[in-house]
């Protein structure tokens, strides 16, 4: 059976000892007022404890029992909606959102290990509340008062669900088109007629409502993506009090029946003549559901390191205790028959991906979620124009990178049980399969590189990537002298000189000719991820080096996390030589080339 122990030491590090999350409060920041080192440490305990006893149990259930649909109803496996009663009681919902709605308005950073937590723990649980706070996000910035005065506080405290609805059958990647439409009443509202396929907990049985965020297109709509609209479609209706109202129109088709997240229905949605109200400006509807969708995209990139994470603690373990072969150098415990797996170099090799990634990742996942706390709560201009651009930039790089690496590192774990990781009895092949869906929703990760290098790289003559290099670059400056950091500043210098030559030759490339950047998107994605990656492992460095002078009962852990920078730096580095000698070669190998 699998196990998970929530990564507490690991998230204090990083934020006591590397962000110091702790100066904000000094600085006046809305929402850390109460932030000091008891709060965080009450935080993560109770986090930990539902993640550990109350979510993690119901995972491998979850997912041998699944969902089950009969006449439009969905019904979750046994025990999420008990679950889902504890989740919502404990305040879990409301952790960001603003108090005028009933929320805490706790910052996004300390909120971050959390959703991570949920993501090892269950990542088909977290889907229902990861949506609704989507949803939540999207009504928050651009509906009206009277909408959000309707709906929020429902949503806030988790007695209501939200649901994004963008696919259709014949559109994903490509909404302009959406054929869903929305024709308009004379009391202001809209009906609502179409069909959506893949909603994520479009229909389930935990919450009282569920209210839509539907996309469609209005009668004198133009043609593609400028003539989408946003809409909210409440699957019950909502009376102006608030109180629930009758059935509005909405009905669950079918659920799909799908390689992973077995415990989250993704549905076939049918709207009509449900009547919903206008979200934003009529036509801009597309715009309103990307600001909510960047967000959104950081948190699906947590799915990815979530799972990296549990899969991790469970191979490392197993590793320890399984004996096969013996040590290359004579065996290493003789009384045994064989030593443990993890003497071989290649399981070390492999763990050590594993480890490098979860701990470089959860670092980068924790400094953007600072980042956001900052572009949304500070007062000074300049600040929160940096911040922006630095969200702008690692959005797509950690969307994609993550959940590329949630896979890789899934199967890893997996490869290191051997075929005890490819049956069921162990957990891990439904790691692997969970993290899959990760890679496709919220964008493809083709689509995300695309981004990357269509809007993120060109934008301003590089001001977004500038977020990034000038401050990697001072880093790299400020220590060079400091002998104990040599390894790693000499890491980091290297993947940022890879980084601005891949960037310099898609921006030149590029512009002459689009599929030069295209095609070389999902390479220098990649590139400038261990880049990123590699700026994260050296400010932990840094942060390791004074925890061993300061705090010497700890030095195992500090030494750990020295040992796996200097893997990063070493082993993981390297590999962007092979992707920056692709993309100089240019599109036309793939191209020209016949298909
Ligand atoms: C389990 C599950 C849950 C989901 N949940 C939701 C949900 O809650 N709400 C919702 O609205 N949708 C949801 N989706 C839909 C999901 O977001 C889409 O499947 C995804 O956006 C891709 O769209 P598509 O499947 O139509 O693929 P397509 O758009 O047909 O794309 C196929 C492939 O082509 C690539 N591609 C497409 N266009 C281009 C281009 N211009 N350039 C380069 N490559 C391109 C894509 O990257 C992809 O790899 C869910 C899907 C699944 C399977």
Redesign the pocket.
């Known amino acids: 059976m699998p196990q998970f122990r929530a990564p507490i030491r690991d998230f204090e590090f990083i934020l006591n000892e590397v962000l110091n999350v702790q100066q904000y409060k000094e600085k006046g920041l809305k929402g850390f007022e109460d932030v000091d080192d008891n709060l965080i440490s009450a935080l993560l305990d109770q986090g930990a404890k539902l993640c550990e006893e109350v979510l993690f149990p119901l995972n491998q259930s979850g997912d041998e029992q699944g969902v089950s649909f009969d006449k439009g109803n969905v019904t979750l496996p046994d025990g999420f909606k008990e679950a889902y009663k504890t989740y919502i009681e404990s305040g879990w919902t409301s952790f960001t959102c603003d108090p005028a709605y009933g929320g805490q308005g706790l910052p996004e950073v300390l909120n971050m290990p959390i959703i991570e937590m949920i993501c090892s723990a269950n990542l088909s649980f977290g889907m229902t509340p990861g949506?609704t706070h989507g949803a939540y996000n999207a009504i928050y910035m651009h509906g009206s008062d009277e909408i959000k005065q309707r709906y929020l506080p429902k949503m806030v405290d988790g007695t209501w669900s939200g649901?994004?609805?963008?696919?259709e059958p014949q559109?994903?990647?490509?909404l302009g088109l959406i054929t869903t439409k929305a024709t308009p009443n004379d009391d202001g509202s809209y009906n609502i007629d179409g069909s959506?396929i893949?909603?994520?907990s479009g229909e389930q049985d935990a919450t009282e409502n569920i209210i839509h965020l539907v996309l469609a297109k209005l009668p004198d709509a133009p043609d593609g993506v400028k003539g989408i609209s946003l809409f909210v479609v409440p699957k019950m209706w909502v009376n102006e009090d608030g109180s629930i109202g009758d059935a509005n129109g909405v009905s669950c088709g079918s659920i799909?029946h799908?390689m992973g997240?077995h415990a989250s229905p993704?549905c076939v949605m049918n709207y009509e003549g449900a009547k919903g109200y206008l979200v934003g400006q009529k036509h801009k509807g597309l715009r309103a559901m990307f600001t909510m969708m960047n967000e959104a995209r950081l948190y699906v990139g947590i799915q990815g390191l979530g799972l990296a994470e549990i899969a991790y603690q469970n191979a490392l373990e197993y590793a320890k205790e399984r004996l096969q072969g013996r040590d290359l150098h004579g065996p290493k415990y003789p009384q045994k028959k064989a030593d443990p797996l993890i003497v071989h170099p290649d399981i070390r090799r492999m763990l050590l991906i594993m480890k490098s990634f979860c701990e470089g990742a959860r670092m980068l996942a924790l400094q953007t979620a600072l980042k956001l706390d900052v572009e949304k709560r500070s007062e000074d201009e300049q600040e929160i124009e940096q911040a922006d651009h630095f969200v702008q930039l690692i959005t797509p790089i950690l969307k994609a990178y993550f959940t590329d690496m949630g896979h890789e590192v899934a199967n890893l774990g997996m490869q290191i049980y051997g075929g005890h990781g490819y049956i069921r009895e162990y957990g891990m092949e439904q790691y692997a399969r969970d993290a899959r869906?990760a890679q496709?929703?919220?964008?493809?990760n083709?689509?995300q590189a695309?981004d990357l290098v269509g809007r993120k790289l060109p934008k301003d003559t590089g001001k977004y990537l500038r977020s990034f290099f000038h401050p990697a670059t001072e880093f790299v400056a400020e220590h060079r002298e400091n002998s104990d950091m040599a390894e790693f500043t000499k890491g980091l210098h290297t993947a940022l000189k890879n980084a601005q030559q891949a960037s310099l030759w898609v921006a030149a490339n590029g512009m002459g000719d689009p599929n030069e950047a295209a095609a070389a998107s999902v390479d220098y994605l990649k590139l400038m991820a261990i880049a990123v990656m590699a700026y994260m492992w050296a400010q932990m460095a840094l942060a390791a080096q004074k925890g061993i002078k300061e705090n010497s009962s700890d030095s195992e852990f500090y030494e750990a996390k020295l040992d796996t920078a200097r893997f990063f730096m070493k082993k993981v580095v390297p590999t962007q030589y092979g992707l920056l000698a692709t993309i100089v070669e240019g599109a036309k190998p793939v191209m020209a080339a016949r298909l």
Do not use: P
């Open positions: 949506l649901v994004m609805c963008l696919t559109c994903g990647t490509d959506k893949f909603i994520s799909e799908k997240i993704t869906i496709i929703y919220e964008g493809a083709g689509i695309l």
